[in-house]
């Protein structure tokens, strides 16, 4: 396990979420799964708090839930992306790397 | 997600609260399972696989809880425990519960009820479309700004001429007996320019209503019908449209019926019956002849400023054009809904104004016995402090205690409102300018909710602070418990008690000044002596009138004053105390001709012979009408004393010469006593009378009433009345029949209503506030119980504790009758406009009220004085 992985900033945890989101519906689990493969495993979130922050989200509107099956066959909630949610999802990802790029700069001048 | 979605998924999961846990739970075991099944397709053992994922997930109830924060479902337990707890806590208080809800119901009711009256009439828009654009336009006479009616030239020139309406229309209001299978009805009708239902913007609910420039069929005899009328009359038949229904004797071929809850104008009659307006070529020529209502709506982006500024310069150009007739007119424009519901503004925002009164003295009161329930349960807040409760916690508990009692009040209040504006419907129909439609909707609703949510706060907040600052250790330890509560509790109730005295003073102070108002209006001489007078209106079928008012009238009053119990009877153009709207300019014969415009001008009323004797109107100077009056070039008239003494000041008018209309000179036979025409609160006009007989009297009878004076009770004589009447003629027939008396009480209904709901509002405001004096008092006495034991015990007499009880509650009731003499000082001069014939500040109101509060108060504090008297001393010393 990468020692930096643990520590998500705040707010990005949501981030990641609307972003997995954004290619197809998927359970909280499949979300866990997805964000720690296409992080080449770099990003190991804390899989209780996933749970919270989907039903933040749900609350505020950005994704919504389904109960459907799962591929194995198993019943499932199922969060998909609103209109709402992409919007949000665009803005935040172009501060996230408005921010990034900005820390770059300032690190590289070093 | 919107406000409204977000609440009802609130509730969703509030009322389906475990199918919320077992979904979370489903959500997080899939989850664990998921994991495990990961690890154990690795090759690891179920058992160290399932212990792994529980692992890596972290603790699921932490998470579970975090989840219901977010829901907010933690927020709904603690609302529900709290409500849990504070039904609980009532029920084991039954008597306080039970006053408590009564005060605020008897607070929260009262608002409920005239609320709705007020978003009834006031806020509910008129069913129009787009209401708010549409504009009445009147006539204005010189800068008295006097309003009236407009004439058919005027109006067209209006239609034509001004750049900010996209349509005038015009009407005239009447009434028209309706014949058929049903027998004949009398129904409100009204006569319109065929633009107005486009003006409107209503559609036809059958059929289609009046399309302007388009040609009717059978000459322009077509009407449009109210769906009330269709219902009662046809059995809501659809094929009735394209038939003819017959009104006063004609055929009228039916074009379409209006949606029910259409009416047109809007306001207390109802009209059911909707004509073309078809002005005879007089009438458009008349333009000294006014006799039309006018409305339009605005074009858009047209303020009515600019709409009225723009008219403005159209009269300002027919004043020059035709000065004879013009001269000092102009226009006045008002919102449509401002016209029909203006007058009526004041009236009810005064009322408004007396219910939170009313309301914020329950909310006093309940303030009270909170605090005097909080005294008892000190030791149960310490303890519930001393094991770690939370101070935000015990205020929250304390107000959803209070929001309780308050939504307790208003299902009572809701029930009280509904019960009293049943109660009420008779006092105000014919007191409010908008009939019916007074129901309890969606906003009227949520007023209800909002004021017992405020009124909960308002009531249940310094409680609820006082309580939570408990000093533990004090009241924990044995002294503490029983020892008084602060000197600053007490200081607060007295100032409740003697805030609600005086709000009881200023609502009483003002019931008592319209009551002074009503019974001096009702005592003003009319003019007239309406004891024993039967009124009733006479519908003669059209044409019948034509060229002679006697033929008709006259073999009628022959028979009806033939009738045994019957003294004298007469006809009249229109009744006095209901209007006068019937006025016009003259010149006197023998006097240099006044400038354009400031011709004296008169009521003008046509009557027949008797008149005056069956209205009990002296004649004072010469002689009335006789049947033997008229006839070609006899031209009489008869004015009235305020018209005497105004163009003739000490002289007698009998013989001189009136000119009307700049046609022939009239000769005054008679001076007759001055009646109140407009109401009883309005000073008698200068008035002429024109005999029915002359040429020309028909055009004013078509609404004449008949009036006669019987020997016994009128009532008695209707029958008789009736039948006469139809044996002089089958299509003749009488309505509206009323004595005179309750025509002048009819015309007092909206000053009645006003004196009984601020009389009851004042009424619950007393109440309310001896009964908070008479808590705080006997409080106090409690609280002093020892001190009054140790005091007879050395020898004080019963008189003196009386006094010493009395004497506490008898310093509240001064310091609140002198603040709320003050508050009535400053308050009652809005109540001016509602007030007749005594001042806003009429001292012996103010002195009469302020001595009953003062009685009132004092038997409040009596009650407990006597208890507080026969304490016995013993007892009392013991006990502590």
Redesign the interface.
């Known amino acids: 396990m990468n020692p930096t992985a643990t520590d998500l900033l705040q707010g990005t945890l949501d981030l990641l979420i609307l972003k997995t989101l954004s290619l197809g519906p998927q359970h909280g689990w499949g979300v866990a799964q997805r964000i720690q493969q296409t992080s080449r495993d770099l990003l190991q979130i804390n899989q209780g708090s996933l749970y919270p922050a989907l039903h933040r989200l749900e609350e505020q509107g950005w994704i919504e839930s389904e109960w459907g099956v799962s591929d194995n066959n198993r019943r499932a909630k199922f969060y998909r992306l609103t209109a709402g949610g992409q919007a949000q999802l665009d803005r935040e990802t172009a501060s996230w790397s408005q921010y990034a790029e900005a820390v770059r700069w300032v690190l590289q001048s070093a | 997600?919107s406000l409204l979605?977000?609440t009802t998924n609130r509730l969703q999961t509030l009322a389906d609260r475990e199918r919320f846990e077992t979904?979370l739970d489903?959500?997080?075991r899939?989850?664990l399972?998921?994991?495990a099944?990961?690890h154990e397709a690795r090759g690891m053992a179920p058992e160290a696989a399932r212990a792994l994922a529980r692992r890596?997930?972290?603790?699921?109830d932490?998470?579970k809880d975090?989840?219901r924060?977010?829901?907010g479902v933690t927020w709904m337990d603690d609302v529900r425990r709290d409500v849990r707890f504070a039904l609980r806590s009532l029920r084991r208080s039954p008597g306080f519960t039970l006053v408590a809800v009564l005060c605020l119901a008897l607070g929260i009711g009262a608002n409920a009820a005239i609320f709705s009256v007020i978003n009834a009439v006031l806020l509910r828009p008129l069913p129009y479309a787009a209401p708010d654009r549409l504009i009445r336009a009147y006539e204005m006479r010189g800068d008295e700004g006097k309003t009236g009616s407009v004439s058919v030239p005027n109006y067209l020139d209006w239609r034509a001429q001004n750049s900010g309406f996209q349509d005038l229309a015009a009407w005239m209001e009447g009434n028209r007996n309706l014949e058929g299978v049903g027998g004949t009805e009398r129904i409100g009708s009204v006569e319109v320019t065929p633009n107005l239902f486009t003006i409107l913007g209503t559609p036809a609910l059958r059929g289609r209503a009046f399309v302007p420039g388009q040609d009717e069929p059978g000459k322009g005899q077509v009407a449009v019908i109210g769906e009330g009328l269709w219902r009662r009359r046809f059995g809501a038949d659809p094929s009735l449209v394209g038939r003819s229904i017959h009104l006063d004797g004609l055929a009228y071929t039916v074009l379409g019926v209006m949606p029910a809850g259409f009416d047109f104008p809007p306001g207390p009659a109802a009209h059911e019956v909707w004509t073309l307006l078809q002005p005879s070529p007089q009438q458009k020529a008349a333009r000294g002849s006014h006799f039309l209502a006018v409305a339009g709506r605005l074009k858009p982006g047209v303020s009515l400023d600019q709409a009225s500024a723009q008219l403005r310069t159209v009269a300002a150009r027919l004043e020059k054009q035709y000065p004879n007739e013009q001269t000092g007119r102009s226009v006045l424009l008002k919102p449509l809904k401002e016209a029909v519901v203006g007058k009526t503004r004041p009236a009810l925002l005064i009322l408004l104004g007396a219910v939170l009164l009313v309301l914020l003295i329950a909310c006093a009161n309940v303030a009270n016995l909170l605090l005097a329930r909080a005294a008892v349960r000190r030791r149960e807040v310490a303890v519930r402090l001393a094991l770690g409760a939370g101070r935000a916690r015990l205020i929250r508990q304390f107000l959803v205690e209070s929001l309780v009692l308050a939504l307790g009040g208003a299902l009572l209040g809701g029930l009280i409102a509904w019960g009293s504006l049943a109660l009420l419907a008779p006092l105000a129909a014919g007191a409010l300018p908008i009939a019916g439609g007074i129901s309890v909707d969606g906003r009227v609703f949520a007023f209800l909710l909002a004021v017992s949510v405020v009124s909960g706060v308002l009531f249940g907040l310094v409680p609820a602070l006082q309580a939570s600052r408990e000093d533990v250790r004090d009241t924990l330890s044995d002294a503490g418990a029983k020892s008084t509560s602060g000197g600053n509790q007490k200081r607060f109730r007295s100032a409740l008690v003697v805030l609600e005295i005086a709000l009881s003073l200023v609502l009483l102070v003002g019931a008592g000044l319209l009551l002074r108002g009503f019974l001096a209006l009702s005592s003003t001489p009319s003019g007239l002596r309406p004891d024993r007078v039967l009124t009733a209106h006479l519908a003669v079928p059209d044409g019948q009138l034509k060229g002679s008012s006697v033929r008709v009238f006259q073999p009628l009053l022959d028979k009806v004053r033939h009738l045994p119990g019957v003294r004298s009877a007469g006809v009249i153009s229109m009744l006095p105390i209901q209007d006068a709207w019937t006025n016009g300019s003259y010149l006197i014969e023998g006097r240099p001709v006044p400038k354009p415009g400031q011709e004296p001008s008169a009521e003008y009323r046509v009557a027949s012979p008797q008149l005056f004797a069956s209205l009990g109107i002296p004649i004072l100077h010469g002689r009335d009408f006789t049947d033997r009056d008229g006839g070609p070039g006899s031209r009489l008239l008869i004015v009235n004393e305020a018209l005497a003494r105004r163009d003739f000041p000490g002289e007698n008018p009998v013989g001189r010469q009136i000119r009307i209309d700049k046609e022939a000179a009239h000769t005054i036979i008679g001076v007759v006593g001055s009646v109140r025409q407009a109401g009883l609160d309005q000073q008698p006009l200068p008035e002429i009378y024109l005999p029915y007989v002359q040429i020309g009297a028909e055009d004013w009878l078509g609404n004449a009433v008949l009036v006669v004076h019987a020997a016994q009770a009128p009532e008695g004589l209707t029958a008789a009345v009736r039948q006469e009447v139809a044996s002089v003629d089958r299509g003749l027939s009488l309505f509206d029949v009323e004595t005179m008396d309750e025509v002048i009480t009819k015309s007092l209904a909206s000053r009645r209503l006003n004196l009984w709901l601020l009389g009851i509002f004042a009424g619950i405001a007393l109440v309310l506030s001896a009964a908070g004096l008479y808590g705080v008092i006997s409080y106090l006495v409690a609280q002093r119980t020892r001190e009054i034991g140790v005091r007879i015990a050395l020898g004080a007499q019963t008189r003196d504790v009386i006094g010493l009880v009395m004497g506490q509650g008898a310093r509240l009731t001064a310091v609140g009758i002198a603040l709320g003499l003050l508050g009535a000082l400053a308050f009652t001069r809005v109540l001016e406009s509602l007030l007749y014939g005594v001042s806003a500040r009429d001292p012996l109101t103010f002195a009469s009220i302020a001595a009953l509060l003062a009685a009132v108060a004092l038997l409040a504090t009596w009650l407990p004085a006597r208890r507080a008297a026969k304490v016995d001393p013993m007892l009392a010393i013991r006990n502590e």
């Open positions: 997600m979605d977000k979904d489903d959500e997080m899939f989850h399972e998921m994991e099944g990961k890596e997930f972290g603790q699921v932490r998470f975090e989840v924060d977010v829901r």
